[in-house]
């Protein structure tokens, strides 16, 4: 079983920047598909990026050039440095993983699930 906590959200103002951390229990995380997906009120969860085994990483085209998505495998960590923030960046943000094949940005191929942190840009 695979525990994911996210920490690293809070209230920043447009231009500003958030580091996000998904720390894992469990020896699969290495191998595991680690994504980032969040939800704003009213809308639908969507993908944001994600990284497989190798470090390949993937983005929603809202958020290239100004997310990067990397992991530490040695800390069991993965992470989410969000440049430019925007107020339509605002929501709570989920760390979840899975084993391959990744289904990168799309949230029902996941099977673990953090408890997620609020991200709020104003």
């Known amino acids: 079983h695979v525990q994911l906590v996210e920490s690293g959200g809070g209230s920043v103002q447009a231009g500003g920047s958030l580091r996000l951390s998904c720390g894992a229990s469990?020896?699969?995380?290495?191998?595991?598909?680690v994504g980032w997906l969040r939800q704003a009120p009213g809308k639908e969860r969507e993908g944001v990026a994600a990284?497989?085994?190798?470090?390949?990483?993937s983005y929603a085209d809202s958020v290239k050039g100004r997310f990067t998505v990397s992991r530490d495998n040695a800390n069991n960590t993965v992470n989410l440095m969000m440049n430019s923030l925007k107020p339509e960046d605002t929501a709570m943000y989920y760390c979840?993983?899975?084993?391959?094949?990744?289904?990168?940005?799309?949230?029902?191929?996941?099977?673990?699930w953090g408890q997620g942190t609020q991200v709020t840009v104003s």
């Open positions: 979840a993983s899975s084993l391959p094949p990744c289904s990168k940005l799309v949230a029902s191929g996941y099977k673990y």
């Open positions: 469990g020896s699969i995380y290495g191998d595991a598909c």
């Open positions: 990284i497989d085994s190798d470090g390949i990483a």
